[in-house]
């Protein structure tokens, strides 16, 4: 077998899809589909609302609809830097209620959890009766 040294690179050929338009989460930094991010706009008045049908105009930020995101978001004033401005505590109301309604994500599991395990030996199966297997 000769190497082929100017063997042409593949090309790594992605399918054609349709184009679905990708949003980054203000918080995880994440890339999503931007209809599984939940858009918060910074409407021109200054008010922050939900837009939940994402053709409010005005500016757009994009968050998961985890608690995880919204927490910093919300509490860790994410969300006002984006805005550069400050919650005004009628427009957090319903934002918080939006918080409020996610799910609670199942706690990640803790990484010491497999330690217990450790140093417990698995007591290693004997080996019985190697040549029972013709029982019949
Ligand atoms: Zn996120």
Not at 56 to 64: D, E, H, P, Q, T
Not at 86 to 104: G, V
Not at 120 to 130: E, I, W
Request: proline letters at 11%.
């Amino acid at each position: 077998m000769v190497q082929q040294a100017n063997a042409p690179k593949r090309k790594k050929q992605q399918p054609k899809q349709k184009h679905i338009p990708q949003r980054t989460c203000i918080v995880c930094r994440q890339v999503r589909p931007k209809r599984e991010l939940i858009r918060v706009v910074r409407t021109p008045a200054g008010h922050v609302e939900l837009d939940p049908t994402g053709k409010k105009s005005g500016r757009g930020a994009y968050l998961c609809a985890r608690r995880s995101c919204w927490e910093p978001a919300l509490r860790k004033g994410k969300l006002e830097r984006e805005f550069e401005l400050t919650l005004l505590p009628e427009d957090r109301a319903p934002l918080d209620a939006y918080y409020e309604s996610l799910p609670i994500e199942p706690a990640p599991p803790a990484p010491g959890a497999g330690a217990a395990k450790r140093g417990k030996k698995v007591a290693a199966p004997k080996q019985t009766a190697g040549k029972q297997a013709e029982e019949r």
